[in-house]
T-cell receptor, first 115, second 113 residues
Framework: EPEVTQTPSHQVTQMGQEVILRCVPI?????FYWYRQILGQKVEFLVS????????KSEIFDDQFSVERPDGSNFTLKIRSTKLEDSAMYFC?????????????FGDGTRLSIL | QQQVKQSPQSLIVQKGGISIINCAYE??????FPWYQQFPGKGPALLIA?????SEKKEGRFTISFNKSAKQFSLHIMDSQPGDSATYFC????????????FGTGTKLQVIP
């Protein structure tokens, strides 16, 4: 079964540094998402991306965050100047379509640790 | 209004017993209610989902009950097994929101032999 793959599985970064988290969505999917999960808390929506532009973003997704689909297979999340509170598990997801019968498939996440 | 409330936070069930997790929502625009199962070190995986025009959906040992008037829904796991031990998230989304999924706070289920 096709999977969403994320790299790296664990990223350790100094506060203030830029970090790029990478995702390869399922190949024929058209909608892409980033979520985060702070340790012990619920999964929170960050951003959705369709047709090479952001379709929706949460209040968490401020100017420090950006997303990009640099080629036909990768989907990236960039945090420009990391803060301690950015430490979390970041999940990428993708879906084939927008309808209610088009579930989102999640990757196994990247654990981001900010020192 | 965007929140999905979930209880209990943790649950211990004997093997063979019934696990019940409850959720409530406020936003009546939600029109899709999935449940996700998450094992340690893994991403959430879709378990079962329901639309608000259906009161119950069953897939194997997993059943969602949906009460539209009360804005509540629940997951029942029949004949719970140790392999069901995981964190379960209820969630909600609406068609007009590019399927942004709003998650509940999660329930850590432990099924003991």
């Amino acid at each position: 079964e096709p999977e969403v793959t994320q790299t790296p599985s664990h990223q350790v970064t100094q506060m203030g540094q830029e970090v790029i988290l990478r995702c390869v969505p399922i190949s024929n999917h058209l909608y892409f998402y980033w979520y985060r999960q702070i340790l012990g808390q619920k999964v929170e929506f960050l951003v959705s991306f369709y047709n090479n532009e952001i379709s929706e973003k949460s209040e968490i997704f401020d100017d420090q965050f950006s997303v990009e689909r640099p080629d036909g297979s990768n989907f990236t999340l960039k945090i420009r100047s990391t803060k301690l509170e950015d430490s979390a598990m970041y999940f990428c997801a993708s879906s084939l379509g927008q309808g209610i019968n088009q579930p989102q498939h999640f990757g196994d996440g990247t654990r981001l640790s900010i020192l | 209004q965007q929140q999905v409330k979930q209880s209990p936070q943790s649950l211990i069930v004997q093997k063979g017993g019934i696990s019940i997790i409850n959720c409530a929502y406020e936003n009546t625009a939600f029109d899709y209610f999935p449940w996700y199962q998450q094992f340690p070190g893994k991403g959430p995986a879709l378990l079962i989902a329901i639309r608000p025009d259906v009161s119950e959906k069953k897939e194997g040992r997993f059943t969602i009950s949906f009460n539209k008037s009360a804005k509540q829904f629940s997951l029942h796991i029949m004949d719970s097994q140790p392999g069901d031990s995981a964190t379960y998230f209820c969630a909600a989304s609406y068609s007009g929101g590019y399927q942004k999924v709003t998650f509940g706070t999660g329930t850590k289920l432990q099924v003991i032999p």
